[in-house]
């Protein structure tokens, strides 16, 4: 097939990525100095932010798949050339993240006490009461959220990543300063960092919204808007949605359990996994942009028709997501001192670091993008349901489960645990490269 009859060029996949790794660099850049911002607050504070974080983004999967979900089914009626389902997949997205996110603000603001008591029982009672007051806050801004990453999804899936960009940019650089302003400033510790949260996704999720109402746009709200739910277009997102959330929260379930076996470990082990694991972050940025992208790329080929140009984009793709793993992994190894010194980590930690980082560059050459790109696109045709058992079962039978045997048993502790991440890896790449092969993803029929 030449170029000219493809649906993405090289040149307009280049327009689409750039502001992508762009948007991915940004939020991870965004996510330290808010880290640093919040430095400031007392300890019980800041344990009381990370325990509530973890807990909010298990609670965001439900509504954070739907919206998933959504952008996927528009994209394949983009691709389909079918302008009223994309509009009609736009809608209801937005309604129903916005109705699951309101439920489950209810639910987390009516139960505040009783759910961080269950989840957390042995935490102290300072610590208790900074959580409760961010839970509080950070429920509220559930509903905002949701309408901004659905919002988000609808932008990738046409390809305007510049806008989703912008958007991101925008409600991140507001979060900053709204943090900065209420903690620094006017001293409101928790509560400062809940509002600033708030408000910065409110802002989000406006813009968002006033991208989204564009006519203009291949996928787009309807004007004027109804609030009227659409069986047919519910049960097509839910039937991509379910599967991902399903799995989503069995992964983050699983890496509590890990987060539990590490957390017995001494405090030198506990340092350098925390270390390791914001340094292998940056990684990967452009492979997270690159995933993003084929989502849009593989849901409007298959939407088309155009199985084979998905079969051969999702191969490019994954060449594209391989060769950006080892420039920013060579990158890494060269750099390593100075980035592990900018830690101020033990003599002892600060090597164990140096290793393990080194470690992990050279598996993500072979396996990373196999095991997390490749299931994008087998995602983006609608084969959920293989990716969900496949990655459950790789999940439990290998990362949690060789993590306790070769962490603990083995006395190999944090080490221990990341190696049994890359037989996950390993485990994961070998299901999905078989079910790439085999040519049953492109069979599932969507819209």
């Not at 994309?86 to 209810?106: D, H, K, P, W």
């Not at 988000?152 to 900065?180: E, F, P, R």
């Not at 910065?200 to 309807?222: E, Q």
Request: proline letters at 3%; one cysteine or more.
């Amino acid at each position: 097939m030449s170029e000219h009859n493809t649906l993405f060029t090289p040149n307009k996949i280049k327009k689409l990525l750039i502001p992508l790794i762009f948007e991915q660099f940004m939020i991870v850049l965004v996510g330290l100095v808010d880290t640093m911002l919040l430095s400031h607050v007392s300890e019980s504070a800041l344990s009381a932010f990370s325990l509530v974080d973890n807990l909010n983004l298990l609670l965001m999967q439900v509504f954070m798949a739907v919206g998933a979900g959504g952008s996927i089914i528009a994209a394949q009626y983009i691709g389909k050339r079918d302008r009223q389902g994309a509009e009609g997949a736009a809608n209801q997205t937005a309604i129903m993240v916005v109705a699951i996110s309101l439920f489950i603000a209810a639910i987390a603001i009516i139960f505040n006490r009783g759910i961080l008591g269950l989840i957390y029982p042995a935490v102290s009672p300072s610590i208790m009461g900074f959580a409760r007051q961010y839970f509080f806050l950070c429920a509220l801004s559930y509903p905002f959220y949701a309408l901004y990453n659905g919002g988000i999804g609808l932008l990738y899936a046409q390809g305007l990543s510049k806008l989703s960009m912008m958007t991101s940019v925008v409600m991140n650089v507001a979060k900053i300063a709204l943090n900065y302003l209420f903690i620094n400033i006017f001293h409101m510790q928790v509560q400062g960092a809940g509002l600033a949260t708030i408000i910065s996704r409110m802002i989000g999720a406006g813009m968002v919204v006033m991208f989204l109402r564009d006519l203009h746009i291949p996928i787009h709200f309807s004007r004027p808007f109804k609030i009227k739910f659409d069986l047919d277009i519910d049960h097509r997102i839910l039937t991509v949605a379910l599967p991902s959330g399903l799995e989503n929260i069995f992964f983050l379930t699983s890496k509590l359990f890990i987060g539990i076996i590490i957390a017995g470990y001494s405090a030198t082990m506990i340092a350098v996994n925390a270390a390791a694991n914001t340094i292998s972050t940056y990684i990967s940025i452009p492979a997270n942009a690159i995933n993003l992208a084929t989502i849009t790329i593989i849901s409007q080929c298959v939407g088309a028709g155009r199985r084979d140009e998905a079969r051969s984009s999702a191969r490019h793709l994954l060449l594209l997501t391989t060769g950006s793993l080892i420039a920013m992994g060579i990158l890494m190894i060269i750099f390593i001192d100075p980035i592990v010194g900018m830690l101020r980590l033990s003599p002892e930690a600060s090597a164990i670091t140096r290793e393990m980082i080194i470690v992990y560059c050279c598996v993500s050459f072979v396996a990373w993008a196999p095991a997390f790109g490749l299931p994008n696109s087998l995602r983006a045709a609608g084969d959920n349901r293989f990716v969900m058992y496949a990655a459950s079962l790789t999940v439990v039978l290998l990362r949690v489960a060789f993590s306790y045997i070769l962490g603990t048993v083995m006395g190999m502790q944090v080490r221990g645990i990341w190696y049994a991440m890359y037989l996950d890896w390993i485990g994961r790449s070998a299901f999905f490269i078989w079910r790439y092969r085999s040519g049953r993803w492109l069979k599932h029929h969507l819209v």
